[in-house]
Nanobody, 114 residues
């Protein structure tokens, strides 16, 4: 069984930064692809960034150059460093682990507002 717990969300002004963290339980973390998704009010959930077990990364066009995904296998943790935040980044951010099936955290709210 895999449990994912996100943290680090909050209210930030436009142009600011936040770092999200997601801790995974169990033994699958180091061999799994990890990702961050987000869902804004009234919109579908979308991929923000993904990192493979080998460290390859992929980003949504809307966050390239502003967000960085990283992982620490010793801590079973994946991070999302977000910079130059915009109001349109406001959403609930979800951590995802994929190893044959998808596992999801409960999400953390990021609000970008003056």
């Amino acid at each position: 069984q895999v449990h994912l717990v996100e943290s680090g969300g909050g209210l930030v002004q436009p142009g600011g930064s936040l770092r999200l963290s997601c801790v995974a339980s169990g033994r699958l973390f180091s061999v799994s692809t990890m990702a961050w998704y987000r869902q804004a009010p009234g919109k579908e959930r979308e991929l923000v960034a993904r990192i493979s077990a080998g460290g390859s990364t992929r980003y949504a066009d809307s966050v390239k150059g502003r967000f960085t995904i990283s992982r620490d296998n010793a801590k079973n943790t994946v991070y999302l460093q977000m910079s130059s935040l915009k109001p349109e980044d406001t959403a609930v951010y979800y951590c995802n682990l994929f190893y044959g099936v998808d596992y999801w955290g409960k999400g953390t709210l990021v609000t970008v507002s003056p």
